[in-house]
């Protein structure tokens, strides 16, 4: 069985290389909001505009007007324009709400693609086209053609999602492959077999932590390196409770999906 795994691991730079991180990502929402007002642009002026002309145009335009970019991966703004040509294909076909411009400090990613010479892994390490070696806080796990490579930041850390292109044994399930699941509030998953999941709750276990840090940080004073450093063990914070949600989302669906292969689910909406 053909199939697509994605590896996210944690980068460890030095800060030569964590400041082109900034300016990889930096680059990335700049090209971005370039396409995304120049598609706006030529669409009111009654134009057909789309992701591959505007390629052109911004590689046309960029040793004159944006020489600072040059000095990055040339993929990082064309992965980011692609990304625009694929928002707005999204919102025309009513999947998504109408592109809105990137900020500073929101989501913070660039893409690689694996073109020849983009990235390749060597162990511990990745190279990375105009940054160079790069340690990695674990070797690749999956053996196959890795896809693609994203770079983003949460919190203060740094990370790469690397999609790889693997062939799998299909998987072996229990004889009767067909459960339904109940989605609750005191117990997050109830299964037709009478199994009980329950979630690890991780809003509740950091509620008063979270509380009393983000009062220490609204009494620092704004532009302070105090502030910046309160900010960063907030975010800190914030990115432990939504691991602690990913992995058991992640934990849940891919035991439920090696056991069954016909999985019912309500469609309510359970948060409202």
């Known amino acids: 069985m053909r199939t697509v795994l994605t590896h996210r691991i944690e980068l460890k730079p030095n800060p030569i290389q964590e400041a082109l991180f900034r300016q990889c990502v930096g680059a990335a929402r700049f090209a971005y909001n370039w396409a995304l007002a120049e598609w706006q642009r030529q669409f009111e002026a009654g134009e057909k505009p789309n992701e591959a002309a505007l390629r052109r145009q911004f590689n046309a335009i960029k040793p004159i007007e944006f020489p600072w970019i040059l000095d990055l991966p040339k993929a990082v703004p064309q992965q980011a324009i692609k990304n625009v040509g694929r928002a707005w294909q999204r919102f025309f076909q009513k999947k998504s709400k109408f592109p809105r411009f990137k900020r500073r400090g929101v989501h913070d990613s660039a893409r690689l693609d694996n073109g020849p010479g983009t990235f390749a892994f060597s162990g511990n390490r990745i190279r990375l086209p105009k940054i160079g070696g790069v340690r990695l806080r674990e070797a690749l796990r999956f053996d196959g053609k890795p896809l693609s490579a994203t770079l983003s ?27 339904g699941v109940d989605l609750g509030v005191s117990t997050a998953l109830t299964l037709s077999t009478g199994e009980k999941i329950d979630s690890p709750k991780p809003l509740k276990k950091y509620l008063q932590r979270m509380k009393r840090r983000a009062r220490q940080h609204s009494r620092k004073q704004k532009g302070s390196a105090n502030r910046r450093q309160s900010a960063r063990k907030l975010a800190k914070l914030h990115a432990r409770i939504a691991h602690v949600r990913q992995d058991f989302l992640h934990q849940t669906t891919t035991a439920l999906t090696r056991r069954f292969s016909l999985i019912g689910i309500e469609d309510l909406n359970v948060k409202g």
């Open 153 to 179: 930041r949460e919190a203060d850390r740094w990370l790469i999602a690397i999609p790889v292109a693997i062939d799998r044994p299909d998987p072996v399930r229990e004889r009767h492959a067909t459960v």
